[in-house]
T-cell receptor, first 110, second 117 residues
C-alpha cells in the first residue's frame, strides 16, 4: 500500500464546476499536510497547507480528518487555469521530509 | 518568497557519460536540500537528503555510488549522475529547507530534465 494515495483521474470538468479531490495517508504519525499544484514539466508549487480545523483560500478549501487519515481539496468555480496535477503531500517528522501522493490530474474545459 | 534555482534546466547526454546538476538557494541559506526524481506520469520520489557539510542520506533503492551528492555550502548542492544510462532519463528536482522550522516545508527548484541517449 502506498503511503499517500490519490485517485489519479483525470477529472474532466467544465468551467465553473465544483470539483473535489481526496487523499488518504497510511502513517498515523504524520504531522503536516499540504496540497501542491504541478503543471506539466514544471516543479510542484505549494497551493495550501491543510489544517485540522479546515482552511479556505479563495476558491480552494482544504479539509483534514486525522481519525480517518483523509485529506480533501475542494475547488469551486473552476477556471481553465486550474488545469494541472494536484499533489497531496504529507510530512512525517521534524526533518521536513515530504512524501508525495501520485497526484490527481484535473482538466477544466470551456 | 524563497528562490531555488537549478542548472541546467535540460540536458541530453550519451550513455556512459556523467552529468552534474546544480541546485542553488538564491536568497536564503539551505541547511538541508532534497533531491527528487519524477518519471513521466508518476509522482516525485525522494532520492536523498543532504545536509550541509555531511554525507547525504539515500533512500532505499537509490545507488549512492551512481548518484553522487555534494552539499559543500549553505547555498549549493550538486547531484552527479555517473555513467548515465537511458533508464536514468527523468525529471530531477531539488528542494531546499532553510534554517528554522519552516511550516511551509520546502522550496522547489524548477527541475532538470535529463535525457540519456
Amino acid at each position: 500500500r502506498k503511503e499517500v494515495e490519490q485517485d489519479p483521474g483525470p477529472f474532466n470538468v467544465p468551467e465553473g464546476a465544483t470539483v473535489a479531490f481526496n487523499c488518504t495517508y497510511s502513517n498515523s504519525a504524520s504531522q503536516s499536510f499540504f496540497w501542491y499544484r504541478q503543471d506539466c514539466r514544471k516543479e510542484p508549487k505549494l497551493l495550501m497547507s491543510v489544517y485540522s480545523s479546515g482552511n479556505e483560500d479563495g476558491r480552494f478549501t482544504a479539509q483534514l480528518n486525522r481519525a480517518s487519515q483523509y485529506i480533501s481539496l475542494l475547488i469551486r468555480d473552476s477556471k481553465l487555469s486550474d488545469s494541472a496535477t494536484y499533489l497531496c503531500v504529507v510530512r512525517y517528522n521534524a526533518g521536513n521530509m515530504l512524501t508525495f501522493g501520485g497526484g490527481t490530474r484535473l482538466m477544466v474545459k470551456p | 518568497g524563497a528562490v531555488v534555482s537549478q542548472h541546467p534546466s535540460w540536458v541530453i547526454c550519451k550513455s556512459g557519460t556523467s552529468v552534474k546538476i546544480e541546485c542553488r538557494s538564491l536568497d536564503f541559506q539551505a541547511t538541508t536540500m532534497f533531491w527528487y526524481r519524477q518519471f513521466p506520469k508518476q509522482s516525485l520520489m525522494l532520492m536523498a537528503t543532504s545536509n550541509e557539510g555531511s554525507k547525504a542520506t539515500y533512500e532505499q533503492g537509490v545507488e549512492k555510488d551512481k548518484f553522487l551528492i555534494n552539499h559543500a555550502s549553505l547555498t549549493l548542492s550538486t547531484l552527479t549522475v555517473t555513467s548515465a544510462h537511458p533508464e536514468d532519463s527523468s525529471f530531477y528536482i531539488c528542494s531546499a529547507k532553510g534554517t528554522g522550522n519552516w511550516e511551509l516545508g520546502q522550496y522547489f527548484g524548477p527541475g532538470t530534465r535529463l535525457t540519456v541517449t
